[in-house]
Nanobody, 123 residues
């Protein structure tokens, strides 16, 4: 499946952004999806995941209570709503997918990746 992110941009600390990940080529209904991010000079890291069927969600500790992952299978789109943004959230955000009913947190677990969208949070 091809994944295309959108919705990144620049925002001041405390603000909100929603990034989207649209899939083409097949339905996402059987896909587990995740969001990762990579800051300059840093390794790519897990942010959030949602299971393929049960819609169970999981977050890294640093974004719990601030970020929400959701999906709209009819639109083949996954979202990451980001509230109370901090400068340390600045990174390129990537969505990832794989067939599966669970959620996954490791990079090697995913088979399909988008090209990324930049999120910049200024203080």
């Amino acid at each position: 499946v091809q994944l295309v992110e959108s919705g990144g941009g620049s925002v001041q600390a405390g603000g909100s952004l929603r990034v989207s990940c649209a899939a083409s080529g097949r339905s996402l209904s059987r896909y587990a999806m995740g969001w990762f991010r990579q800051a300059p000079g840093m390794a790519r890291e897990f942010v959030a995941a949602i299971s393929g069927i049960g819609r169970t969600t999981y977050y890294t500790d640093s974004v719990k209570g601030r970020f929400t992952i959701s999906r709209d299978n009819a639109r083949s789109t996954v979202y990451l709503q980001m509230n109370s943004l901090k400068p340390e959230d600045t990174a390129a955000y990537y969505c990832a997918g794989r067939l599966g009913s669970n959620y996954y947190v490791d990079i090697p677990d995913y088979t399909d990746w988008g090209q990324g969208t930049q999120v910049t949070v200024s203080s």
